[in-house]
């Protein structure tokens, strides 16, 4: 691999230099989900719902694709710091090639098994056959995000940043197009609805992957072989394994914790899913930024530490807390004061108006939390500490969110607004726990590669 076809990522890094790419490329996603939605909504408010739930169990297979998506952001990052540019081709080589088989394996296993999880998350009759639809199609090609994911981190660890937000962009066009096509264009004839919209999404993701695929050959970053599999890197696998899967581990708590979280929303009537959904799409605004600042701290900080830069990379993530904390609790509450506005974008079922402005005042206290979580987490594993996140975040989900979500929402009776209290509670407890663990620099020394 050649040393100039990666960009230099050291302390000097201006954080929107790698954050500002990701920042349009996380909203133009966002905005893809939004318009998907309100496409949805406006054909149907139950189609939205069973979307919404079939995506809620497709979350919990992309966290299991980025077991090694999250390994190769770490090992590449570091790897590039060290400047130890020879193992770089056997990485991108071993990434792609498990994904893909892990991918197309868990497709097939999703796609089997989709009507017992609809029966778990207790899905209303009126949207389960909708959800198994969009399972069915969305499903069965989720390989291709699984591959997607792994070429995405390794364009955004040796700093082309701005090509995902390319791809967001086209797919996001691709998305719209389709969407109209079969909802409300030539092919609405053919009363395809959620199918249209999922075959549209499916369409969208095999254009991401391919463009991916030509810019890493095209920049001339490396290559991607089955040569260089053999003989097979079983130790290299085994030590991404024992960085994704700890991260990894923590998203499916998450996700499983989201899905009891669910579970106890669909028992409170369809009027609360389609709120939870359309508060989603306006929530995913708030978050987007320091999202993206998290997201380039953990870049800049793995690239740091490979580098055997540990105080640079401890004093650089509260300078990026400083600027995200602040703009991330304006943009909640910009959101919380102007939702009995934007709410009609989707609906104007009062009583989902109401129950989702009370979840958009609780949301800025969730926002808090998690721009705390996402900035330490995001360090810690770029850091090589990628343990104590997953223990802190089973004890404060189930612990604090799933017990004071069933307390507050279900047994006092508060409702969905409930139930996001619990995940307030979550969030800001950990955030606070996360960002002691950074503060007590134990996570230094455990850096995956050696200088």
């Not at 089955?226 to 990894?248: C, T, W």
């Not at 055997?308 to 300078?319: L, M, P, Q, W």
């Not at 989702?356 to 090589?384: H, Q, W, Y």
């Not at 279900?410 to 996001?420: H, N, R, T």
Request: aromatic fraction near 10%; include cysteine.
């Amino acid at each position: 691999m050649a040393k100039n076809s990666t960009m230099e990522i050291n302390e000097k890094t201006p954080l929107l230099l790698i954050a500002g790419p990701m920042f349009m490329e996380l909203f133009l996603n966002i905005l893809l989900n939004n318009i998907d939605t309100m496409m949805l909504s406006h054909y149907s408010e139950n189609a939205v719902g069973s979307v919404g739930n079939a995506n809620q169990v497709m979350f919990l297979m992309i966290i299991l694709f980025n077991i090694i998506a999250t390994a190769t952001s770490v090992v590449v990052a570091q790897y590039l710091g060290a400047k130890q540019y020879d193992k770089m081709n056997m990485i991108y080589s071993l990434a792609l090639v498990v994904n893909l088989v892990v991918g197309i394996v868990l497709s097939a296993t999703l796609v089997a098994g989709k009507g017992v999880l609809m029966n778990l998350l207790n899905v209303s009759p009126e949207m389960k056959p909708n959800a198994m639809l969009y399972i069915n199609i969305v499903g069965g090609g989720l390989f291709l995000q699984a591959c997607y994911n792994v070429m995405l981190q390794i364009l955004r660890c040796n700093g082309f940043t701005k090509i995902g937000m390319y791809v967001s962009i086209i797919i996001n066009l691709i998305n719209i197009a389709g969407n109209y096509l079969f909802l409300y264009g030539p092919l609405k004839f053919l009363d395809l609805g959620v199918a249209g919209v999922a075959i549209s999404t499916v369409a969208a993701r095999t254009v991401a992957l391919t463009v991916a695929l030509t810019y890493f050959y095209k920049k001339k970053i490396g290559r991607i072989s089955l040569k260089l599999l053999n003989p097979f890197p079983g130790k290299l696998l085994a030590k991404m394994v024992r960085i994704g899967l700890p991260s990894a581990g923590e998203n499916v708590c998450y996700n499983m914790y989201q899905m009891v979280l669910l579970s106890f929303i669909n028992s409170m009537g369809n009027d609360a899913v389609n709120a939870r959904v359309f508060c989603n799409s306006l929530i995913s605004f708030a978050m987007v930024f320091s999202n993206s600042c998290a997201m380039a701290t953990q870049i800049i900080t793995g690239h740091l530490v490979g580098a055997g830069k540990e105080d640079a990379a401890y004093k650089r993530v509260f300078s990026t807390l400083k600027v995200s904390l602040p703009i991330t609790i304006g943009l909640a509450t910009v959101n919380w004061l102007l939702c009995p506005y934007t709410l009609h974008i989707f609906t104007d079922n009062a009583k989902i108006i109401e129950i989702a402005s009370l979840i958009m005042f609780v949301d800025i206290f969730i926002e808090i939390g998690r721009c705390l979580n996402m900035t330490f987490v995001s360090s810690l594993k770029a850091a090589g500490d990628y343990i104590f996140p997953l223990l802190a975040g089973v004890f404060c989900m189930w612990g604090l969110g799933a017990t004071v979500g069933y307390t507050c929402g279900v047994w006092l009776a508060i409702g969905v607004g409930g139930v996001y209290m619990g995940t307030a509670t979550d969030e800001c407890i950990r955030g606070l726990i996360t960002m002691s663990r950074w503060r007590s620099r134990k996570w230094t020394g455990k850096a995956i590669v050696k200088d």
